[in-house]
């Protein structure tokens, strides 16, 4: 099924307040490819979760179509002899705000090895992005 959030527990209302104010969202995707969002990443990347599918290609359809392909080449990511990766990227919110994203993520193994899904972190970097610019430009 694709689409499903991860619902916190009562006792991760502060860890939730503390991810909304440093612009920070978790997800996974999963073996059979089902894309799980959590509440904030679905807000940082404008997204209603009624409306949110879960599928790669409404993930990607989120992404700058200039950053597309070379996201698309960390999907044979599980090949690496790295479990861990960085990037970064830009989106285009459906209200056309372009943000930038710092993700962080893992690969998910079996207990035999095998890569069994991904995990990570994004985080909204527009602000620094901007003052980075700005700074350079002075």
Do not use: C
């Amino acid at each position: 099924m694709f689409g499903q959030r991860k619902e916190p527990q009562p006792q991760d209302q502060l860890l939730r307040e503390v991810h909304r104010v440093a612009k920070i969202g978790t997800w996974e995707v999963t073996a059979d490819e089902e894309l799980l969002w959590s509440d904030e990443t679905l807000d940082l990347f404008g997204v209603h979760p009624d409306a949110f599918t879960g599928s790669i290609d409404e993930f990607f359809g989120l992404v700058h179509p200039d950053d597309i392909e070379r996201l698309r080449r960390l999907e044979d990511f599980q090949g690496s002899e790295s479990d861990y990766f960085k990037s970064e990227y830009r989106i285009v919110r459906s209200d056309g705000d372009v943000r930038h994203i710092r993700q962080t993520a893992i690969v998910l193994r079996a207990g035999d090895g095998t890569p069994r899904g991904f995990s990570g972190m994004v985080q909204d970097v527009s602000e620094q992005i901007e003052t980075e610019a700005r700074l350079r430009q002075a």
